[in-house]
């Protein structure tokens, strides 16, 4: 680990080896978070007491891989540059050349979160939503990264394109209207409402691929396989982001509960035993109405029931 993070610092590591490094801090990151705090706090304490040295960013400890893997890269420099924190953390082929503010949202509410960011693009955060950007975008590329449901309308750069970063795959756009979905571990989906985006992968093999989507277009990436399934987005949910409108275009009872579920992180319980095709067309203003009312107005047009159990949990009953 040692000669990959001295690779680091010099900024001649390859994908491989960084996916590598990666990799080894997810698998040991309890340990290593504990034992690379402690080294830290022993080098602050020497250094305090030798010399007067301001320092240039409070330390956060954060069980995150990526900033556990940053501080490593920090503890190599320490001899040279005496102590501080590099925070830059945005980009693989980044180089480690200087304090850089990165500024992380998260939205906490059940409603969709909007965040400008410094190229005038937007990002809506879905609930449990996260992204992280730089507090200006320096580099040849303007790359964020995000976890949850995130949806992207970007401001045209063709000198500059916006990457997202996702733990299967990277995005790469000009400008475009698109959403990300990578709320579990496992799954990624892209679906692109305008514009064109090039997504970046690896398969079973180790082989690195791309695919191009076209607008109306979605991709779904499966961790278990590393396959990536490209179709067509489904017309029978429509989300204006904007405005919080869900249109329900004869929509599923599974359809509804994921919807649903990704925009107020609640979970709506199917039995497998449920049986019932029926589908419905509904509108609701999600910023107008809450999930009970919601659900209250869903019961009052179909067949079936979703039953309130506990707040957040639903089940549909037959």
Known sequence: MEKLLIKLRENTISRQELERLEKIFEEQEASIDAAFKEEI????????????????????WVKNPARTLSIAASLLLIGAF?????????????????HVEMDSVFNAGRVPKKVRLPDGSV??????????FPSKFTSKTREVRSKGVVYYEVAHDSL??????????????????????NSDQTNEHI???????????RNKANQELYRILKPGEK?????????MVQTLINPAVQIDWNSGVITFDKATIHEIA????????????????????ERIVHRIDTRQMSVDEIIEGINLIVKYKIEKEREGQFTVLQ
Do not use: H
């Open 160 to 181: 500059s394109p916006f990457v997202v970063s996702l733990q299967n795959s990277r995005i790469t756009v000009l400008g475009t209207v698109f959403t990300v979905d």
């Open 191 to 201: 679906e692109l409402l305008k514009g064109s985006v090039k997504v970046d992968y």
């Open 123 to 132: 990002a809506f955060l879905g609930p449990s939503s996260y992204i992280r």
């Open 219 to 227: 991709l779904s990436y499966s961790a278990q396989n590393a396959e």
């Open 41 to 60: 706090e022993t080098i602050e304490r020497r250094i305090a007491q030798k010399q007067k040295v301001r320092r240039l960013a409070t330390f956060s």
């Open 258 to 277: 994921q919807t649903l579920g990704n925009w107020y992180d609640i979970q709506i319980r199917i039995p497998a035993e449920f049986s019932s095709q």
């Open 82 to 98: 005496g102590f501080y924190f590099l925070r830059n953390e945005s980009t693989i082929a980044e180089k480690w050349t200087g």
